[in-house]
């Protein structure tokens, strides 16, 4: 019982850890979807003198990664209609060129600011529309929830890695005797601390198997069941198999410095 619950000590904060880091790649990947989506939502509205091409375009800002250019002539012919000596023709040719313009990144509000004033600085450029009041409210709370999660996941990660060096060192004290012994025949410091690193890695590679069994779990059945369309549109992004290696390997880097902290440790206390 008590060998289980020495173990249970050390894979909870594990879990905590791998837990937090598992659902920030999530996060981060959804966030990404979801800034390219915001991405390809979002447009400015420009109208200028001339007909322009992406190229010309593309001198005033780099930024600009596509455009669309918004088609005028039903819209002229409909408001002709029924009016006389005005013909469609006319209009057209007083009625500026409107374009629709696509950024390649998702940008905050002074970047877009600072393109609206690269366009309007030229002279064939009449006029630019950032609809700045959709694009703050939708990209300050993308913001904040980055914030918030970071804020969480980094706290969370500090406080069980605190947790799995204690468990470390209470293991180290069990077998102190043991490793004295090992110390006494000139064994090295890695070598003593041998029962430390297979303890570690054993449950690190069991944290790490029920964190990717717990996010596929969510991915192939739970969502399916749970009928929330918008995750079973984004289910690809809950969890991947690659996700599984990133574990394993911020399992075993925590593992590893763990070990080293109280090796270290113990060596200054005997100083």
């Known amino acids: 019982m008590k060998y289980i619950k020495e173990h249970i000590m050390f894979i909870f904060p594990m879990l905590a850890i791998l837990l ?48 669309d250019s918004i088609e005028k002539r039903s819209i002229v012919e409909e408001m002709v209609q029924g009016m006389s000596g005005i013909s469609a023709e006319d209009i057209m040719q007083a009625l500026p060129h409107f374009y629709t313009v696509h950024l390649g990144n998702y940008l905050d509000t002074q970047a877009i600011e600072q393109i609206k004033n690269r366009l309007v600085a030229s002279e064939n450029i009449k006029k630019v529309e950032t609809f700045d009041k959709s694009h703050n409210a939708s990209y300050n709370l993308f913001v904040f929830i980055k914030i918030v999660l970071w804020t969480f996941v980094g706290f969370m990660t500090l406080t069980s890695l605190f947790l799995v060096i204690k468990q470390m060192e209470i293991w180290q004290y069990s077998h102190k005797e043991r490793m004295q012994v090992m110390e006494i025949f000139g064994a090295s410091t890695m070598l003593k601390s ?30 399916h069941k749970s009928n929330i369309e918008m995750l079973m549109q984004k289910e690809a992004l809950l969890f991947a198999y690659k996700d599984i290696a990133i574990l394993g390997g911020i399992a075993m880097l925590i593992v590893v410095t763990s070990v080293i902290m109280v090796v270290v440790g113990s060596k200054e206390n005997k100083l």
Do not use: C, H, P
Request: aromatic fraction near 12%.
């Open 194 to 223: 041998g029962i430390l690193f297979k303890r570690a890695t054993i449950d690190a590679i069991i944290a790490t198997m029920i964190t990717s069994g717990l996010f596929a779990f969510l991915r192939f059945i739970w969502v």
């Open 20 to 67: 937090g880091i598992e659902s920030f790649i999530v996060f981060d990947r959804m966030s990404q979807n979801y800034e390219q989506e915001l991405k390809a939502d979002y447009s400015m509205l420009v109208l200028a003198n001339t007909s322009m091409d992406l190229a010309a375009f593309k001198q005033l800002d780099g930024s600009i990664s596509a455009i």
